[in-house]
């Protein structure tokens, strides 16, 4: 019986991969007719598909794919890129893809809907992109439309939608796991709250602490109102003045946080990471040339914009179903804003420099 099922069912992708010895996304790319596969290869794969009776999809070359990015996403290209880098990655791959992106930015309410109206009663449109939006009337719209869609950078708590993220949990798991293992037990953790990504990452930092015996204090986590670098100078400064040095160690969620971080350390007179060490996440290009260059966890940010469109775009095809959640992996880069902890730490407070944020100078 389970013979005659597995005769009768409907041949998939990765049977066509596995007669061709090759893998899923090269079967996928020969048959959507994208650059990059061998000609042997691809001529291997369609006489396969069509030996087996595979439906060949259409191209997508041609079709449309809205591109809607929320305010904080715009805010972030501005200053600190790093939309700018998944932003790159997207419009390769369109490029490559043949496939025509237009940008819809969205700052509230009735921006969601316009664009949620147009998507719907525009025949043009093969799918649509969300970058960086949580709220849940926008997920709820989207998932109504009855046309594909992927969140990039943001994930759906109900599934109703397919998302592209960076595994955020790993990724901070991955930087206060090196914090641990150079000796550091108080580590503080800086971020912006607010956003479920962001959520993940405070995760991951519980996740290393408590795998390591260590206690995940409220007072560990400082959050500040937004990411430029000068108000997390600020945080930490007025940190240290009103409670002391009762840290080690510094991981925040983004690299920009970390850039004020070691700048408001370095104005109080503390030495990074001879007193302090500091980590970030991101591995924005700028962070190789802070002073101590910035230790980190590398976020695959153009990898995002790539992957989500061709989830996308298997989709628009008829290839990728149910709805899935995809993470894509990190890892760490060793600079040079992290040591060992060192007996000093005992005695750096003795040598607190009692500096106001007004007399630091950011450079």
């Known amino acids: 019986m389970a013979a005659e099922e597995k005769k009768g069912r409907r041949t998939r992708l990765d049977d ?17 007719g994208e650059k990059g596969v061998r000609p042997e290869i691809r001529k291997l794969v369609l006489e396969t598909a069509s030996a087996v009776s595979y439906a060949l999809p259409a191209s997508v ?17 501005v200053r600190n890129q790093f939309t700018l880098y998944v932003l790159e990655g997207l419009n390769a791959r369109a490029a490559a893809l043949g496939i025509e992106l237009a940008m819809r930015p969205i700052a509230d309410n009735g921006d969601e809907a316009r664009v949620v109206a147009e998507m719907r009663d525009d025949p043009s449109f093969g799918g649509m992109l969300i970058l960086t939006v949580d709220e849940e009337e ?12 992927v969140l990039v950078n943001s994930d759906d708590p109900y599934m109703r939608l397919s998302s592209v993220t960076p595994c955020n949990r790993s990724a901070a798991f991955i930087a206060a796991e090196r914090l641990i293992k150079a000796g550091h037990q108080r580590i503080l953790f800086m971020l912006r709250p607010g956003r479920r990504t962001i959520e993940r990452r405070l995760e991951g930092w519980r996740d290393a602490l408590q795998h390591h015996g260590l206690t995940a204090d409220a007072d560990l986590v400082l959050e500040v109102d ?50 302090i060490s500091v980590m970030g996440i991101d591995d924005l290009p700028q962070s190789a040339f802070l002073n101590p260059p910035l230790s980190t966890v590398h976020i695959p940010m153009r990898e995002l914009g790539a992957t989500a469109l061709d989830l996308l775009r298997d989709m628009m ?6 709805r899935r959640r995809v993470e894509l992996a990190c890892h760490l880069v060793e600079r040079g804003s992290v040591a060992a902890v060192s007996r000093v730490h005992v005695a750096t407070e003795d040598r607190r420099a009692h500096t106001t944020f007004e007399d630091i100078k950011l450079r």
């Open 317 to 322: 095809l008829g290839l990728a179903a149910p």
């Open 16 to 32: 066509i991969a596995a007669r061709c010895g090759v893998s899923i996304s090269t079967v996928s790319r020969a048959l959507a």
């Open 138 to 149: 926008m997920l709820a719209a989207a998932a109504d439309l009855g046309k594909p869609v």
């Open 226 to 275: 937004d990411w430029l670098p000068e108000l997390g100078a600020e945080a930490v400064t007025r940190l240290v003045r009103e409670k002391g040095l009762t840290f080690t160690a510094i991981l925040t969620a983004g690299d920009s946080l970390a850039n004020g971080a070691v700048r408001g350390l370095q104005a109080m007179g503390y030495a990074v990471p001879r007193d």
């Open 61 to 77: 070359a041609g079709k449309k794919v809205m591109l809607v990015a929320s305010g904080a996403a715009m805010i972030d290209y």
